[in-house]
């Protein structure tokens, strides 16, 4: 019954890497858009990353440079690669699925349950 699985966070230090995995329904990820937000403590939820169903990425400019977003179509997956991690990156972060003009505003119509990155000094 879940749509969208997240798994990949945990804790790193500053500088380090992780890499999030979303695997989506194959029926949503065949025909939406999929997008990574983030929510720290006391800020507001905000864009990540987000990819086509038939390819291509957009970023917010604070992680442009250190994060990859890339989808694998035959295991229904897409892949939030994180490099160069700052503190400011600790987040809980969310996979969504939706049209890309809703993916990238506020999200789509589906969501992952969150997964917690921390990145400590």
């Known amino acids: 019954q879940v749509d969208l699985v997240e798994s990949g966070g945990g804790s790193v230090q500053a500088g380090g890497s992780l890499r999030l995995s979303c695997i989506v329904s194959?029926?949503?990820?065949?025909?939406?858009?999929v997008g990574w937000f983030r929510q720290a403590p006391g800020k507001k939820r905000e864009l990540v990353a987000a990819?086509?169903?038939?390819?291509?990425?957009t970023y917010v400019p604070s992680v442009k440079g250190r994060f990859t977003i890339s989808r694998d179509d035959a295991k229904n997956t897409v892949y939030l690669q994180m490099d160069s991690l700052k503190l400011e990156d600790t987040a809980v972060y969310y996979c969504?699925?939706?049209?890309?003009?809703?993916?990238?505003?506020?999200?789509?119509?589906?969501w992952g349950q969150g997964t917690q990155v921390t990145v400590s000094s």
């Open positions: 969504t699925a939706g049209t890309f003009w809703a993916v990238v505003q506020e999200g789509g119509d589906y």
């Open positions: 194959k029926s949503i990820f065949a025909a939406n858009a």
């Open positions: 990819t086509t169903n038939v390819g291509g990425a």
